[in-house]
């Protein structure tokens, strides 16, 4: 039996962190300054540096690329069921790469590859001590590599506490892999993202990660980010990509009754797309404990903004709910939500289409059940 459902039959909670759990919530909405990159401008890593050459070469030979993405999921004790249960479903699409003599622990690159995370990791305060307990543990048996952007709890501040983003960089922007004394039990190693903004650079798509900080906005004191954000894209066309993903965690649209869209995004967006001449294939966005899926006329194209953001922190009872008398921009259209049940994206990338799939969780008892799947309530299609 899977440990997570030995938890839940005996009532055994996950290992706690050295936090008190019983601290009052704290979170400050400042922008934070961001830490210095570890790697190189202009902040690139490549897929086969994740995977190995073999499995990045099988994804250019096949022309299909799977990945997995959500955002939201760190928690404390009323997400862990929901959080469980997503990284439980994910693992399910998750295939080994069999052998003659039986499985092997590759994975089988039909399935999906790695986890791309859209942000906030960790509740409340990207506290190093929580990441055994809200990141490392609820995955210990999800096989592919896990890379993120952050969100706005990754960076928050306590007083007196750690400087920003501190474990969000040990742990995804170190220079080498290593195991770290957060991993706990876990066997998976730090990854070794270049900056807290980057590019992932994959045989098929190019998802450029932006850094929304606190405050949901990209600078604060000059368009770096911005103007960053503008060379990628134009790079990204000059490279011939076909599909150019934009990720970020606060939402430029949202309808829901809690946090909302973020015009200062969607103004940062907008002008790096002007300035480059290049329109993306899809925006992928969290924050919001929800799923919605946006259709925004964008030069001619039909261009999906999706939140997914109920990766687990919002447990079964505490999704946000959309607010029946918004309605989002013009030329932007609500197609598609969820706000019933946790879930997770799978995303698919061929040569000829990107394709999206919503899955949501089932509820307990039966969140751990391999027999009753996650339910797909969405999916969205969009040629290249």
């Known amino acids: 039996m899977d440990v997570r459902a030995l938890r839940h039959v005996f009532g055994i909670h996950r290992r706690r962190s050295s936090l008190d759990s019983s601290s009052k919530f704290h979170f400050s909405g400042a922008f934070e300054p961001l830490p210095p990159p570890t790697g190189s401008y202009p902040f690139r890593l490549d897929l086969e540096d994740v995977l190995g050459r073999p499995a990045a070469t099988r994804i250019a030979e096949a022309g299909k690329l799977v990945f997995h993405c959500v955002g939201d999921t760190g928690n404390r004790s009323h997400g862990a069921e929901a959080q469980d249960s997503v990284a439980f479903h994910m693992e399910q699409q998750v295939k080994p790469l069999l052998h003659p003599e039986g499985p092997s622990p590759e994975i089988d ?104 900080n606190v405050s949901g906005e990209l600078d604060h004191e000059g368009p770096v980010q911005e103007n960053w954000l503008t060379s990628e894209l134009k790079a990204a066309a000059a490279d011939e990509a076909k599909c150019i993903l934009v990720a970020v965690h606060h939402p430029p649209y949202s309808l829901d009754d809690t946090h909302g869209g973020h015009i200062a995004i969607q103004d940062a967006l907008n002008r790096a797309f002007t300035a480059s001449g290049v329109t993306p294939t899809a925006v992928l966005t969290a924050h919001v404990h929800d799923f919605q899926r946006f259709e925004r006329q964008l030069n001619g194209r039909k261009v999906p903004y999706v939140v997914a953001g109920a990766g687990g922190f919002a447990g079964y009872s505490k999704l946000h709910q959309l607010k029946s008398t918004q309605s989002p921009a013009p030329g932007v259209e609500l197609v598609a939500s969820n706000a019933k049940l946790p879930g997770f994206l799978q995303i698919t990338v061929t040569r000829e289409s990107l394709t999206g799939e919503y899955f949501t969780v089932p509820q307990p008892p039966n969140h751990l059940n391999a027999k009753i799947p996650a339910e797909r309530v969405d999916d969205f299609s969009v040629p290249l």
């Not at 001590?129 to 928050?156: K, T």
């Not at 501040?157 to 290593?178: I, K």
Request: aromatic share 16%; hydrophobic share 30%.
């Open 109 to 212: 690159t039909d399935g999906p590859s790695f986890f791309y995370h859209l942000g906030d990791v960790v509740y409340y305060n990207g506290e190093r001590a929580r990441y055994e307990e809200q990141f490392y543990d609820p995955y210990l048996h999800y096989p592919p590599p896990i890379v993120a952007i952050a969100g706005n709890h990754d960076g928050s501040t306590v007083p007196g506490g750690e400087s920003s983003l501190r474990g969000f960089m040990e742990n995804f922007c170190a220079a080498q892999p290593r195991h770290t004394w957060m991993a706990g039990q876990s066997n998976r190693t730090t990854m070794i993202q270049p900056n807290v903004y980057w590019t992932f650079k994959t045989p098929l798509a190019t998802i450029i990660g932006l850094y929304s």
